[in-house]
């Protein structure tokens, strides 16, 4: 009696119904009189079950649906109450339901006055056919737009365009420059490598006479949650960091960023990585609704994506020791 889907019901008829075994909520009862098909007992058997924090409802019978029977006692009454069950309420989104994450029409960030690059028109392309196949309209927006979902897909440089977006998250941002040239923006060519001027002496060697390599660092405590192999924390130390609560220090080379935040009247994706390959890399993971190369935390996935050139190859989730998901 104190739950809405059995509001103003009070007797309803289930031609042909299963039994349910549950600990949930038992909202619904076959009459003392019924029998089990199985045993022969009688008994009152709950036919309709509530689970899931009430967002669940699992019934033994369909029948009582259709036509004729909907009209029978009380049947149209709980039909009725059954169909604003399910459209009464939204079910609050996590980015496990990536990329089906926008129910309304989406704005997709574009910062004021800034220039439409190659990349970013072949991005915004991309997203909007990808949200079109869902019927949900992407635009490209100076602001979130009320009533408007929004998306984001820049480079860590642009961190402190993106504060207010980035609070909920609580991420810090070191050694990353904001001066567009120094970040290798497209409107600048990226620099050459430095050549190489000596191999050097791999340790352990018979030159050197070292014996063992470093002690891998302990991957199990918060500040080394990702742990790098030496190689790695070698090749990417001069690179910018992301420390993440809860995960500990990024490097920003071969690593990016995918974060959602739901409120009341808005749901936010954002795209974070170091390049436009790498951003490349995160908006395919969103075409494909793939990714099997990330690692989840909370409302926020790290995923392997293409390296800076002077950096090496494309990072992969075992070159940086991931699990393939994490709870």
């Not at 810090?172 to 000596?198: D, R, V, Y």
Request: hydrophobic share 35%; charged share 25%; proline share 6%.
């Amino acid at each position: 009696k104190n739950n809405a889907i059995t509001q103003n019901v009070n007797k309803a008829v289930f031609y042909g119904t299963h039994s349910l075994e549950t600990t949930e909520e038992k909202l619904i009862f076959a009459g003392k009189n019924t029998l089990s098909s199985l045993s022969d007992a009688e008994g009152e058997y709950p036919v309709a079950v509530i689970a899931a924090q009430g967002r669940v409802l699992a019934l033994g019978d369909f029948t009582f649906m259709t036509n004729p029977f909907y009209k029978i006692l009380d049947n149209q009454q709980l039909v009725q109450n059954i169909a604003h069950f399910l459209a009464n309420e939204r079910r609050p989104r996590t980015i496990k339901d990536f990329p089906y994450l926008f129910d309304r029409q989406a704005g997709l960030w574009m910062e004021k006055d800034s220039l439409l690059t190659q990349e970013k028109l072949e991005r915004f392309s991309l997203l909007q056919a990808s949200l079109g196949e869902n019927k949900i309209p992407l635009s490209l927006v100076e602001k979130p737009i009320k009533e408007y979902d929004f998306l984001i897909a820049e480079k860590f440089n642009q961190y402190q365009a993106l504060e207010d977006f980035l609070e909920p998250f609580d991420l810090k941002f070191e050694n990353i420059s904001t001066n567009e040239e120094e970040a290798g923006n497209e409107s600048s060519p990226l620099p050459e490598p430095a050549p190489t001027l000596e191999t050097p002496t791999p340790a352990g060697s018979e030159e050197t006479g070292a014996e063992t390599a470093p002690e891998p660092l302990d991957g199990g405590s918060e500040e080394n949650f990702f742990p790098f192999s030496k190689e790695n924390e070698t090749e990417d130390q001069n690179s910018g960091r992301i420390i993440v609560p809860g995960l500990g220090t990024l490097s920003t080379n071969g690593i990016g960023l995918i974060l959602f935040d739901q409120q009341e009247n808005r749901n936010t994706l954002i795209l974070l990585a170091n390049n436009n390959e790498a951003l490349s890399d995160l908006t395919g993971y969103f075409i494909s609704g793939s990714l099997s190369n990330c690692a989840f935390y909370q409302d926020l996935a790290v995923c392997s994506v293409t390296k800076d050139p002077a950096g090496g190859n494309s990072g992969s989730t075992e070159e940086y020791g991931f699990a393939d998901t994490i709870y």
